[in-house]
Structure formats: structure tokens, C-alpha cells
């Protein structure tokens, strides 16, 4: 009786506070006063104290949501960067070429490899992609079992940092691409941290607008490599390596002592202490006001297996497959994020199969990049998930298909179907990321967006086959596509609407919400 006074005590003081007391979500039951005695089963939730605690959006959430949404910046130059560093040269492998500057211009003109067959050419791009698999399976839920999400962002970020600079000492073609292979290993996590980290440091009210930054931060990276390049064009490859690489660094020095953890994990993880530090810097609350939140309402005593506090690292990944209903909804997201990753991917390796200037082209879906986020921005919390992600794969499945269409018009107006699809693509790249994150709780939230993007990633290591089968007819390439992507859609119909939906935090929650929904 005493416990559950004491509980009632810290949830008026709560009330009392001016911060506290605004709801974050629709959700009428958070400005309801409690029962003057709580029962065990009316105890408030994690998810529900947390989002009090945070209360409404600050400057300091605002900051530490972009300071971690910038390594995405990273990720996308270090994902492109071959693109440049890489490229074919202009002389063919008979043609000898009398200038220095362009016999140093990428890895193909300076190690002689004009002549050697496209296996030898595209191996570090396809040792990085791989890389890429092998990573998010290794790494995929130590931010959910043992090191938390800044501290896998800051470990993914600076090994990949590393990686990228030490590419630009390699001697040869073998060396740099195992160097890819490390590189792609160690930003497969990249942006599954970022996204989660930025998603459970505010409030449920501006989540998903504020995990749209990082797309936006993404878009940056990906347009600095041109600029970047052509500054560079007289100069050494190696150059380009060391200029993405370095910022990194220091980014990595930044991230350690500025970025905060996720309150969410530290809860999860019984780190009260660390939790209410966090939560009094970015929602600028009393400490004694968030120390009785959070050592009042919550049992000392939590489930390990929700915890995670044990020396099994893959327990988040074998929790999320033992259980039915999260085992069924992952492998849904999986096959939906299957097809967007391949046409998000691929499209833009099959634009030389388009008759269009090729660079006019790669420009243009750079650019498209930049609508698609502001799209999502200002709709991500107007429109349902499902719904949303629906209709944009089934847009740009049906562009698509329209643009391997033969025939004189048609190939006037490809280059348009094209650019409405990628378009479709991106956006709907965005939703499934952004949706991912609400479908799971914090307990393997890290572990389920990275099984998500290695269907994405999946998807992509696939496309360079199905682009090179499509050279010679242009629907094998850009028709399946389509059809593919199309597909994909529908599998998010099976899936439960997040729209305005608190974040769960442990699987119990998590699976009553759903519970709850199908009743509805």
C-alpha cells in the first residue's frame, strides 16, 4: 500500500508540472487523473512516463535530434564515394593516356585496369555491399543487447572513418577492396542507429517529422560527392577518401561527448540513474521531478529477457523470432522493404540503359532525393503508414513499367517515367524506415530496423544482375522493377497502423497495442 501511495505521489507531481502535463499523442488517457490507489495491472507503462518526462519539444531535443541525424551524411558519401573513386576511364585499355593528373583520377587509370574483366573492376563495390549484409547480421542487435544506440553509431561511424582513410594508402586493387569490405562491415549500422537514437530522444508528437532530418542530412552527403569530385577532378582519388574521412573523425570525437543516450534504452536496461540524466537535459525538467518519475513508478525488478541485462548478444534477435506475432510482422516488413530496395538501388544503376544523357540523368535523381524527404516531412504525420507506403510503391511500380515501354514517344518521356518512379521510390523508402521503427518496441526496435535494411540492401545487391540482364531489352530491367516493387506494397496492408501511436517499449506492451487494434 505504501508503494502504490508513493506511486500515486510521483504521478501528481508529474501532473503538477507545467512541461508534464501537456500530452504528447492523441491519446486522452495520459491527461486522465489516476486513481487515488493504483492496482499492479493500472500501473503507468515505461512507454507512457517516458513520454511525460520528455514532455514537449525543445531546442535540446531539436539539436540532438540533427547532431545525430548528421552521420548520415557520412553514410551516404561513403556508400557513393566508389561511384567517383572508381570510374571507368574515358581511354579505352588500348588508348594510352599522356596525362599524370588522369592517370591518377580513380583506382582503374592508376592501377592499370582498363583490360581486366568486370569481376576484377567492380569487386570493391561488390566486396562493400557484401560488407554491408555481413555487418547488419553481426552487428545488428548489440544496440539493443550491450551497447546501446550512441554507442553503436559512434563505434559504426568511427570504423567506418577509419576504413575510408586507410583506402587511401592502398597498393592495389586486392588490398583496397578487402579495405571496402571492412568499410561496408562497419556502416551497415549507421543509419538503424541514428534513426532509432533521433526517434526515442523526443516526444511522440514530432517523431516522425524529426526522423525525417536524417533523410534530409542523407540527400546532403549523396550531393556533396559531385561537388567534391569536380574540385578534385585534376588530383588523386586517394584525395577523396581522405576528405569524407576525416570529418568523420572529428564528427566521432563530437558525437562521444555531446550526443546523449536513448532514456528509452537506459529504462529498458534498468540504468535509472543515466535515464533521468538524460531526460533532464533534453526536456529541461527538474531533476528531483524526473528522479520520482522514474525510480517511483517503475518495479526495481524487470524482466531480464526484456532487459537484456545477460551475455547472450543476440538475445533482442531471438526474442523477436520466438515470439508469433513479431516473428510474422518482421518477415512482413522484410518482404515489403525487399522490393523498395531493389528499385531505390537499382534505378539509378539503370539509367545507362535509358536512352538519355547518362549525367543530366544522375543528377536529376540525386535532386529528386531532396522533394521526396520534404515530402515526407510535411505528410509523414497526415497520412496513415500503411496507406502511404501502398500507394507509393504502387506509383513507382506503375511509372516503372511505363518507362520500358519501346517505341519513339516513349522514349522521349522515359526519362520522366523514370524520375516519377525514383521519386515513388525514395518516398516510400522513407515511410518503410520510419514505419519500421514504430512497429517494434525498445527493447529490439535496433535489432528489427536492421533486419529491415538488410532487406533493403538485399534488394539492392541484386539489381546490378537484373540491370545488366536488362541492357538488352529494357523491361527485363526497369518492368520487373516495377512489378517487384508493386508487390512489395501490399505486404504493408498486413501490417498495424503506427499513425499518432505511442512507441512501446517492451514486448508486452507492444503486443496488447496490437491485441487492442484487432478488437478495434
Not at 419 to 447: G, Q
Request: charged content about 15%; some cysteine.
Amino acid at each position: 500500500m505504501q508503494q502504490h501511495l508513493f506511486e500515486y505521489k510521483c504521478i501528481s507531481m508529474a501532473e503538477s508540472t507545467p512541461l508534464l502535463s501537456q500530452p504528447t499523442d492523441s491519446d486522452s488517457s495520459l491527461t486522465e487523473p489516476p486513481p487515488l490507489l493504483l492496482s499492479e495491472k493500472h500501473l503507468p507503462s515505461l512507454a507512457s512516463t517516458v513520454e511525460k518526462c520528455i514532455g514537449e519539444f525543445t531546442w535540446s531535443q531539436f539539436l540532438q535530434a540533427v547532431l545525430v541525424s548528421f552521420a548520415w551524411v557520412f553514410d551516404a558519401q561513403q556508400t557513393f564515394i566508389s561511384v567517383f573513386t572508381d570510374a571507368q576511364p574515358s581511354l579505352n585499355c588500348t588508348e594510352k593516356d599522356d596525362h599524370v593528373s588522369s592517370g591518377r583520377a580513380s583506382i582503374i587509370s592508376e592501377w592499370g585496369l582498363e583490360c581486366e574483366n568486370s569481376f576484377v573492376t567492380s569487386l570493391p563495390a561488390s566486396l562493400f555491399f557484401l560488407g554491408c549484409l555481413v555487418g547488419g547480421i553481426v552487428l545488428a542487435t548489440l544496440a539493443d543487447s550491450s551497447l546501446g544506440r550512441k554507442n553503436m553509431l559512434l563505434f559504426s561511424c568511427l570504423f567506418m572513418s577509419l576504413s575510408s582513410l586507410l583506402a587511401a594508402f592502398s597498393i592495389n586493387i586486392w588490398v583496397y577492396s578487402l579495405i571496402k569490405f571492412l568499410c561496408g562491415f562497419a556502416r551497415a549500422t549507421i543509419g538503424t542507429s541514428a534513426l532509432v537514437l533521433t526517434s526515442e530522444l523526443v516526444g511522440n508528437r514530432r517523431r516522425g517529422q524529426i526522423s525525417v532530418v536524417g533523410f534530409f542530412c542523407f540527400t546532403i552527403g549523396f550531393l556533396s560527392l559531385p561537388a567534391m569530385a569536380y574540385a578534385n577532378r585534376n588530383s588523386s582519388w586517394r584525395n577523396l577518401y581522405m576528405w569524407t574521412s576525416i570529418p568523420a573523425i572529428f564528427y566521432c570525437v563530437i558525437v562521444k561527448f555531446f550526443v546523449r543516450e536513448s532514456p528509452r534504452w537506459l529504462l529498458v536496461k534498468g540504468r535509472k540513474e543515466e535515464a533521468a540524466e538524460t531526460l533532464k537535459c533534453i526536456s529541461s525538467i527538474t531533476q528531483s521531478n524526473v528522479n520520482l518519475a522514474v525510480n517511483g513508478i517503475f518495479p526495481s525488478n524487470v524482466d531480464p529477457d526484456l532487459t537484456m541485462n545477460n551475455t547472450d548478444l543476440y538475445c533482442a534477435l531471438k526474442i523477436l523470432l520466438q515470439k508469433k506475432w513479431s516473428s510474422r510482422r518482421l518477415w512482413t516488413v522484410m518482404a515489403s522493404g525487399f522490393g523498395i530496395g531493389l528499385v531505390y538501388y537499382g534505378m539509378p544503376l539503370g539509367l545507362g540503359n535509358l536512352s538519355f544523357n547518362l549525367y543530366l540523368s544522375v543528377t536529376l535523381n540525386a535532386l529528386s532525393e531532396l522533394p521526396s524527404s520534404l515530402l515526407t516531412f510535411l505528410l509523414i504525420d497526415k497520412f496513415k503508414r500503411r496507406n502511404a507506403l501502398l500507394v507509393f510503391t504502387v506509383v513507382s511500380g506503375v511509372f516503372s513499367v511505363l518507362s520500358s515501354i519501346e517505341g519513339k514517344m516513349w522514349n522521349q518521356m522515359e526519362i520522366w517515367f523514370e524520375l516519377i518512379s525514383f521519386f515513388s521510390a525514395c518516398t516510400a523508402f522513407n515511410v518503410y524506415l520510419i514505419y519500421t521503427t514504430e512497429l517494434f518496441p525498445t527493447c529490439v526496435r535496433n535489432s528489427a530496423l536492421s533486419m529491415a535494411r538488410q532487406a533493403l540492401v538485399l534488394g539492392g545487391s541484386i539489381s546490378p544482375v537484373v540491370v545488366g540482364e536488362g541492357r538488352k531489352n529494357k523491361f527485363v530491367c526497369y518492368g520487373v522493377f516495377g512489378l517487384v516493387i508493386c508487390c512489395s506494397g501490399v505486404f504493408g496492408v498486413f501490417l498495424p497502423e503506427t499513425r499518432g501511436r505511442p512507441l512501446s517499449d517492451t514486448m508486452e506492451d507492444e503486443e496488447s497495442k496490437g491485441r487492442s487494434a484487432t478488437l478495434a
